[in-house]
């Protein structure tokens, strides 16, 4: 698992207001695709082959003529998705074992920080690839797999910030007016524990949405004809060798980008989120 | 000190025997008869045959009796038999896993010695242009994936400039050390970015501290000072760091395995996991899980030793 970007000093604002346009504009992209593209993602032409930049095609186009800008825009909406469909089921599970462990604390404690380990001792793919072992492969089976090696992680934060928020004197108070323990975590500590697991997400969101490119262009999770960003890299990959680079590397310069700007938008929420009363 | 070290090595044993156990139960529960691989041809399948297969690889028995049968020969050095190649699982890693070691050591002296210098340089220049540019590009080369990088690298350095071959693992030492140095490049690149980011860091807080002062007023040189006691007190977070890069990078180099055509020992997981060979998809998970703990634990331990400071502490 790649080590998490710590913020490097303070930035400045306008990078942060060009990374958060540059974040509206990718999700745009992702939702109006079929408006926005000129294309059909799909849309074989065999008389234009490996074209360069043109009015016609502005990123050119691939080893089957598709045109490059449109198959990005369009895969925009499965690398996103997947990225987020990944956070979600790693929060779940996270955030589960993180509140219960800081909730119980004791031995409970004790054996979720073991599971936690074992998990972390699985660095990165390997969850995945046990998944896909299991379960065989698909964009569905990805996404679990590698939410299962991003769970420890936010598990761990988690944790750490729950405990203390079950310091706070509110969580007493609730307690004395005789409020069960999982009420009390449902309805009150887990929605304020949200805003500051929400910036960490955001950063995190980077890295799943790197991970899930790496298991596409491994060609464990999305098939053709997705044109989700790892997979149009892995489709792209024959050509770079008779000197065709632009196909492979556009899309991987969408992945770096979005992961940049998550990572900066990311940074400042945190920061902005994580000042408490 | 010895408490400490049987403790560490104690939870990594537990671990390890954890992690068997995952990875048994989940071999054993994928969809498909292992039959079905192990006879391959279906004309061959009679049921004599298919009862002789079964005695054979222990099918007929209760799981745990299986997970004794391999954990057993697996504490022996013995994983099995490979349901593809009808060879020794051991026999088919040995000379994949040179390859990938050879990898990650040279990745790992690329990154350590680029990553620390950056590290070092951005730290002394701090606020300058040096500094912004150091952190900008490594930032950025850590937010692209790394097949990404590779296939840059390929484009230009061997299909533009034809200074190294398109792919292959090379045979011999020299040849090996040449074929792999673009893969490892591509590796390292993208572990700068944390190596110098906590080189720096490290550097920065160590930099104010009293005896730093004090050897700067002796009129120590400035090299000295930053070598002597900067750096050398940053060495704890510096190593950790490079420690945990590394762990990672053992079960990391799939997919420039990938890129670069590279019989490595993960290519060889993609190829088990697609043609079902279960007894090399259980070695080779559980060599990365190994590994890993063997590099985290080694760190840990070594600590004490590189920072003298925190050795009072583990004693206790």
């Known amino acids: 698992m790649t080590v ?92 589960l074992i993180g509140v219960v462990a800081a909730w119980k604390r004791g031995w409970v404690d004790t054996v979720l920080a073991r599971i936690t380990d074992v998990m972390f001792a699985f660095p990165g793919l390997l969850f995945v690839v046990l998944v896909i072992a299991v379960f065989g492969r698909g964009p569905a089976t990805a996404v679990i797999g590698m939410g299962l ?14 405990l203390e928020e079950l310091a706070r004197p509110y969580v007493d108070a609730y307690r004395l007016q005789g409020v069960g323990g999982v009420e009390l975590c449902l309805r009150y500590v887990v ?18 949405l790197m991970s899930l490119a790496a298991l596409n262009f491994l060609g464990f999770g999305a098939q053709p004809p997705s044109s989700e960003w790892g997979l149009m890299v892995e489709e792209s990959r024959a050509g770079v060798i008779q000197g065709y680079l632009a196909p492979a590397i556009i899309p991987g310069l969408a992945i770096a980008i979005v992961v940049v700007a998550t990572n900066v938008v990311g940074v400042r929420l945190s920061d902005k989120l994580a000042v408490r009363p | 000190m010895m408490t400490v070290v049987a403790r560490r090595l104690g939870a990594m044993v537990l671990t390890l025997v954890l992690s068997s156990v995952v990875i048994f139960a989940a ?18 399948v009679t049921p004599e045959k ?30 099995g038999t490979s349901f593809v190649y009808r060879q020794p699982v051991t026999d088919l890693m040995g000379p994949r896993l040179g390859v990938t070691l050879t990898l990650v050591a040279m990745a790992a002296v690329l ?38 990088i590779a296939l840059v690298l390929v484009s230009f350095f061997a299909v533009e400039l034809g200074w190294f071959d398109v792919a292959g693992a090379g045979t011999g030492f020299g040849d090996r050390i040449y074929h792999l140095t673009l893969p490892a490049v591509a590796l390292a690149l993208g572990a700068l970015a944390v190596i110098s980011r906590v080189t720096r860091q490290t550097m920065l807080e160590q930099r104010t501290l009293d005896h730093v002062e004090a050897a700067r007023s002796f009129g120590l040189a400035p090299h000295k000072v930053v070598l002597r006691h900067v750096l050398r007190n940053s060495l704890g977070p510096i190593v950790t760091m490079c420690g945990m890069v590394l762990a990672s990078m053992l079960a990391g180099t799939i997919v420039i395995e990938k890129v670069f055509g590279l019989n490595g020992v993960g290519s060889l997981l993609v190829e088990a996991i697609n043609t ?21 634990t080694i760190v840990d331990l070594a600590y004490p030793l590189i920072d003298a400071r925190t050795r009072e502490r583990s004693r206790t």
């Not at chain 1, 090696?149 to 729950?162: D, L």
């Not at chain 2, 060979?277 to 080779?284: S, Y």
């Open chain 2, 50 to 79: 298919v009862a002789a297969v079964r005695a054979q690889y222990h099918l007929d028995e209760p799981v745990w009796v299986q997970y004794g049968l391999w954990a057993g020969n697996v504490v022996q050095g013995d994983f």
């Open chain 1, 149 to 162: 090696a991003f769970a420890p992680v936010i598990a761990k934060f988690t944790r750490a910030v729950a």
């Open chain 1, 4 to 95: 998490l970007l710590r913020p490097a000093g303070t930035r400045p604002a306008w990078l942060y207001r060009i990374c958060a346009g540059i974040l509206v504009i990718t999700v745009a992209a992702a939702v109006f695709a079929p408006i926005v593209a000129p294309y059909e993602p799909s849309a074989a032409d065999f008389a234009a082959l490996w074209q360069p930049p043109s009015l016609e095609h502005w990123l050119g186009t691939d080893h089957l003529g598709r045109d490059i800008l449109s198959r990005v825009i369009h895969g925009a909406q499965p690398s996103l998705l997947g990225a987020i469909a990944l956070l979600a089921f790693a929060t779940v599970l996270g955030v």
């Open chain 2, 27 to 44: 071999m054993y529960a994928a969809p498909g008869d292992p039959v079905t691989f192990l006879i391959g041809n279906p004309e061959n």
């Open chain 2, 276 to 296: 079902h060979d279960f007894p090399v998809v259980q070695a080779i998970l559980l060599y990365m899980v190994a590994a890993y703990m063997v590099v985290t």
């Open chain 2, 111 to 148: 990154f350590v010695l680029l990553g620390v210098s950056l590290g070092v340089v951005s730290a002394l220049k701090r606020g300058t242009v040096v500094d912004s540019v150091i952190t900008g590009v490594t930032t950025f080369l850590n937010s692209v994936p790394s097949f990404v």
């Open chain 1, 191 to 208: 929605p304020n524990l949200l805003p500051t697991l929400a910036g960490y997400l955001v950063v995190l969101f980077g890295d799943g």
